[in-house]
């Protein structure tokens, strides 16, 4: 089967930083994606790791080890307008689907 | 302009009634997709278009119907409403069927009472 395991929340204070991680078992994998969905919004693309390594974008870096089947988003800075669910996904080789871990609700507080 | 675009957003509908979903996306891409998000926010893909030809159907009810009349649009049938059809429905699309950034629409709420 295909599954991936990220925590079901996250609570840090402003200006703090905070990983959140996703391991995942699939077939035929391409690589790891992460998006971001605030209430009420659609799912926005953030990253994505087709190799091993750190891959940096702003204040949002996403990590990917494939010998693991790991990876995780790490935020810094945090700010108030981050509080959301950040979401890890998987592409899998049978038409380029995307996988989606459940999420992490992550809560910033002042 | 709006990349995807996705109408009704707000879908209140009897048990039993049939509804349609519309989604357009002007970033000429080649891909389309419909997605399901549960109340649980557990995002799965039902159907995935390249090019007007279905690549991806997932295990869903063929109470659900795709169609895409070209490829900037992507529309969802669904026959004989049940409450557990209840949920969000995204429509997304992607350059390619292998390309890794996905645009989503801003989902369209199904309440079937």
């Known amino acids: 089967g295909q599954s991936l395991e990220q925590p079901s929340e996250v609570t840090a204070v402003e200006g703090a930083i905070v990983q959140i991680n996703c391991t995942y078992q699939?077939?035929?994998?391409?690589?790891l994606s992460w998006y971001q969905q605030h209430d009420g919004g659609a799912p926005t693309f953030l990253s994505y790791n087709a190799l091993d390594g750190l891959e940096e974008t702003g204040r949002f870096s996403s990590f990917l080890s494939r010998s693991d089947s790991y990876g995780y988003l790490l935020l810094q800075e945090l700010q108030m307008k981050d509080s959301a669910s950040y979401f890890c996904?998987?592409?899998?080789?049978?038409?380029?689907?995307?996988?989606f871990g459940q999420g992490t609700e992550l809560s910033v507080k002042p | 302009d709006t990349a995807v675009s996705q109408t009704p957003k707000y879908l209140v509908t009897q048990m039993g009634n049939d509804k349609s979903i519309k989604c357009e996306q002007n970033?000429?891409?080649?891909?389309m997709y419909w997605y399901k998000q549960d109340s649980k926010k557990f995002l799965k893909i039902m159907f995935s278009?390249?090019?007007?030809?279905?690549?991806i159907n997932e295990t869903v009810p063929n109470r659900f119907s795709p169609k895409s009349p070209d490829k900037a649009h992507l529309n969802l049938h669904i026959n004989s409403l049940e409450l557990g059809d209840s949920a969000v429905y995204f429509c997304?699309?992607?350059?390619?069927?292998?390309?890794?950034?996905?645009?989503f629409g801003q989902g369209t709420r199904l309440t079937v009472v």
């Open positions: 997304a699309s992607s350059r390619t069927h292998q390309n890794t950034e996905a645009f």
């Open positions: 278009y390249n090019n007007k030809e279905l690549i």
């Open positions: 699939t077939s035929g994998f391409y690589g």
């Open positions: 996904a998987v592409r899998v080789y049978q038409g380029g689907k995307l996988i």
């Open positions: 970033l000429g891409h080649d891909t």
